[in-house]
């Protein structure tokens, strides 16, 4: 069974970038895509983008397009979601997930496998 | 863009109750909405996709259904390590959230 498991908690600057990674075990990473789910203190899930890494493509959420960068690294079975121009409102914790089908379509199907989640703090 | 509307945001209910929380879509969903759960400290858990298809491993009492725009998750009798926060998902979009806590 697949597993996910993400880089350590992060405290950053406002203005300051982060990049935190996720990286998969037991499974087939290439043919799956890769979303990552975020959530500030007291707020609910949102969806912030996705990879397929065998292709290549991503899809962002309209509210991150401009500030995330989703990557992927096939060699290691490793993915990346950089943030960038960090403020207080992107203290979250920040998910990436696995689609149940790997599919183009992937951002229509149920997330099954999540990683432990990243808590990135952003403060002066 | 579709809209997703979840509710209720919160609910109280007895260990027993049927606890129903509703997912209505903006326009046509095709079935593509997903139910999870969420507690504290934890990953969100994969219960239901598609609309009304059970998870592996999911207890039989968490139920889905519905279609095209309305969609309803039921726990047909509340348990206490059901206390968590449940949120639907259709593509990009999740619902606002309805936590549940035992009364």
């Known amino acids: 069974q697949m597993q996910l498991v993400q880089s350590g908690a992060e405290v950053k600057k406002p203005g300051s970038s982060v990049k935190v990674s996720c990286k998969a075990s037991?499974?087939?990473?290439?043919?799956?895509?890769v979303t990552w789910v975020r959530q500030a203190p007291g707020q609910g899930l949102e969806w912030m983008g996705g990879?397929?890494?065998?292709?290549?493509?991503?899809t962002y959420g309209q509210k991150f397009q401009d500030r995330v960068s989703i990557t992927a690294d096939e060699s290691t079975g490793t993915a990346y979601m950089e943030l960038t121009t960090l403020r207080s409102a992107d203290t979250a914790v920040y998910y990436c997930?696995?689609?149940?089908?790997?599919?183009?379509?992937?951002?229509?199907?149920?997330?099954?496998?999540w990683g432990q989640g990243t808590t990135v703090t952003v403060s002066s | 863009d579709i809209h997703m509307t979840q509710s209720p945001s919160s609910l109280s209910a007895s260990v027993g109750d049927r606890v129903i929380i509703s997912c209505q879509a903006s326009?046509?969903?095709?079935?593509?909405l997903h139910w999870y759960q969420h507690k504290p400290g934890k990953a969100p858990k994969l219960l239901i996709y598609?609309?009304?298809r059970l998870e592996t491993g999911v207890p039989s009492r968490f139920r889905g259904v519905g279609s095209g725009t309305n969609f309803s998750f039921i726990i047909t009798s509340l348990q206490p390590e059901d206390v968590a926060t449940y949120y639907c998902?259709?593509?990009?979009?999740f619902g606002q959230g309805t936590k549940v806590e035992i009364q």
């Open positions: 990879i397929i890494p065998i292709l290549g493509t991503v």
């Open positions: 998902q259709q593509s990009f979009t």
């Open positions: 997930a696995r689609p149940l089908v790997g599919a183009r379509d992937y951002y229509n199907y149920g997330l099954d496998v």
């Open positions: 326009q046509d969903i095709n079935n593509y």
């Open positions: 037991g499974g087939t990473f290439s043919s799956y895509a």
């Open positions: 598609d609309a009304s």
